[in-house]
């Protein structure tokens, strides 16, 4: 292969784009049904009935695994209609409270019941690992502003 040939290939590949992206709106987003999101939630639902029958009647676990199930399935119903929501609309901006509001809630009862079980020293850093999640959280989804590249 002579030099220009060698130039030419290698000018045609910095061209081609590695992958073809669909035109993302809100449309597409909406318009496939996902099993494996069924699957995800069906095997889900069963862990629910299957920690429920294991708590034996204990009300603390029950309330708990309940909760955190309620959660998540709330989460992901925010998420869903944060993702296709149109930008700068009121809803956006409320989805966005919500999905913040339902991860801090989730990140405090998981780390009660994680600090639950840790000698205090262990407690403390659970609780700052939590306080340090929720406010970079809260800073990324409230407070940070991105620069537009001109």
């Not at 987003?29 to 995800?40: E, H, I, K, M, P």
């Not at 294991?54 to 676990?61: C, W």
């Not at 406010?135 to 989804?141: A, K, S, T």
């Amino acid at each position: 292969m002579n030099a220009d040939a060698t130039k030419k290939a290698s000018d045609d590949r910095q061209r081609e784009p590695l992958l073809v992206v669909a035109a993302d709106t809100p449309a597409s987003r909406d318009a496939g049904f996902s099993w494996l999101t069924v699957l995800g939630f069906t095997f889900l639902t069963f862990n629910l009935g299957l920690a429920i029958y294991r708590s034996e009647g204990d009300p603390a676990a029950v309330g708990f695994v309940a909760f955190s199930y309620l959660d998540l399935v709330l989460l992901f119903y925010c998420l869903k209609r944060f993702e296709n929501a149109q930008p700068d609309s009121p809803a956006r901006r409320h989805l966005k409270w919500a999905v913040w509001l339902l991860t801090t809630l989730l990140t405090a009862v998981f780390s009660y019941k994680i600090a639950a079980i840790m000698p205090l020293p262990l407690q403390i850093l659970v609780w700052g690992m939590a306080a340090s999640t929720v406010g970079g959280g809260f800073y990324v989804f409230f407070l940070h502003k991105e620069e537009k590249d001109c």
